[in-house]
């Protein structure tokens, strides 16, 4: 994710050693760019380049899984809230909004019904599918991260 000014700058891409995190919303936002907020949730701390959309060349869309998961492929975070642009529409961009236009895009401070933490990528042998299994199973060898 980056930023400017007074935002926090981080580049770092979503990595091999970065925990998996599965989440299910309170709407559909499977197509709308996430943003980080602080604490209290008014101010942004993060935002993404357009180009941070990417994945191996491809939009980072999140991998959809069973019974409406959906595994983050982006950077999602407790704090995390999701804008009105499209992964579509944002990518094209040549820069990103403003945060203050980025904060006014928001269209759910609180968007998670779940969140959980899946461990490291390596635990998995087949990530979808083991994923699935997991969720079928109840989650119980995933960690909640909100009550």
Not at 30 to 44: A, E, F, G, Q, S
Request: hydrophobic fraction near 30%.
């Amino acid at each position: 994710m980056t930023s400017c000014n007074t935002v926090k700058v981080s580049s770092e891409k979503v990595n091999a050693l970065a925990p998996l995190i599965v989440y299910k919303t309170v709407a559909d936002y499977y197509h709308n760019v996430p943003v980080l907020l602080n604490d209290t949730k008014d101010r942004i701390v993060s935002f993404p380049a357009p180009s941070d959309l990417f994945y191996e060349g491809e939009l980072a869309l999140p991998l959809k899984l069973k019974q409406g998961y959906l595994l983050d492929r982006r950077g999602i975070h407790i704090n995390s809230a999701f804008t009105s642009y499209t992964y579509e529409e944002y990518s094209k961009m040549e820069s990103p909004p403003p945060p203050e236009e980025l904060f006014d895009s928001i269209i759910d401070k609180e968007p998670f019904e779940s969140i959980y933490d899946c461990g490291s990528p390596g635990q998995y042998n087949d990530l979808g599918k083991d994923l699935n299994r997991e969720i079928r199973k109840g989650m119980k060898n995933f960690s909640p991260l909100m009550d």
